[in-house]
């Protein structure tokens, strides 16, 4: 059973670029939510996706925006990469049906130089 | 005041010895909390649920005070395989997103 995949696992991109992110939920999954991760922070809330809908988004500027398609895959899009904008961004899946829980990819690490 | 808020350690115990991790939450709402376990550039994973009775897994036991709005996991007999950051999260009742911990890196002494 694949669980959240993420792609790509690495990406270096310059001060002002555009970059996309993709994740494919755990099978069974219906809801997949975008996670900020800073060196030595927790994990920071971007928006969820349900039902190819932004249901929730946190404090992230304009400049993160989403996607979710038919099959339940996502994609994050950041654009005019800011420095601050380097972290871990983690993927979550969860089916809001018993057992409830969220299962995390294992993220894509985005350098901006 | 931070959401969630933990003592970020690092916390450096021998082998076999107990350990206990704090964590406070500030939203009185705050529905449902976990432990997650993250690994040294891992992704987070589900260590256990807190429920307010109280709940064990083996060598861990997590507690929850409502009224301090306060959560523990304690973990006895330490491994080295116990060395890992831990993160306290909080989920608020109708509200999708989880809210994490700075976490508690823990590292465990031969």
């Known amino acids: 059973d694949a669980g959240v995949t993420q792609s790509p696992t690495h990406l270096i991109k310059t001060r002002g670029q555009q970059v996309t992110l993709r994740c494919s939920p755990k099978?069974?999954?219906?809801?997949v939510s975008w996670y900020q991760q800073a060196l030595g922070q927790g994990p920071q809330f971007i928006f969820q996706?349900?039902?190819?809908?932004?249901?929730q988004r946190g404090n992230f500027p304009d400049r993160f925006s989403g996607h979710q398609f038919p099959n339940y895959s996502s994609e994050l899009n950041v654009n005019a990469l800011l420095l601050g904008d380097s972290a871990l961004y983690l993927c979550?899946?969860?089916?809001?049906?018993?057992?409830?829980?969220?299962?995390f990819g294992s993220g894509t690490r985005l350098t901006v130089v | 005041r931070k959401e969630v808020e933990q003592d970020p350690g690092p916390f450096n115990v021998p082998e076999g010895a107990t350990v206990a991790f704090n964590c406070t939450y500030s939203?009185?709402?705050?529905?449902?909390f976990f432990w997650y376990r993250q690994d040294c550039r891992k992704e987070p994973k589900l260590l256990m649920s807190?429920?307010?009775s109280g709940n064990e897994d083996g060598r861990f036991t997590a507690q929850l005070n409502r009224a301090s709005q306060y959560i523990s996991l304690l973990i006895r007999d330490s491994k080295l395989s116990d060395s890992a950051t831990y993160l306290c999260?909080?989920?608020?009742?109708?509200?999708?997103?989880?809210?994490f911990g700075t976490g508690t890196r823990l590292t465990i002494i031969p």
């Open positions: 979550a899946s969860t089916s809001g049906l018993p057992p409830y829980g969220y299962t």
């Open positions: 099978s069974g999954h219906d809801t």
């Open positions: 996706y349900y039902e190819e809908e932004e249901r």
């Open positions: 939203n009185s709402a705050s529905q449902s």
């Open positions: 807190v429920y307010s």
């Open positions: 999260v909080v989920n608020d009742f109708g509200n999708e997103k989880l809210t």
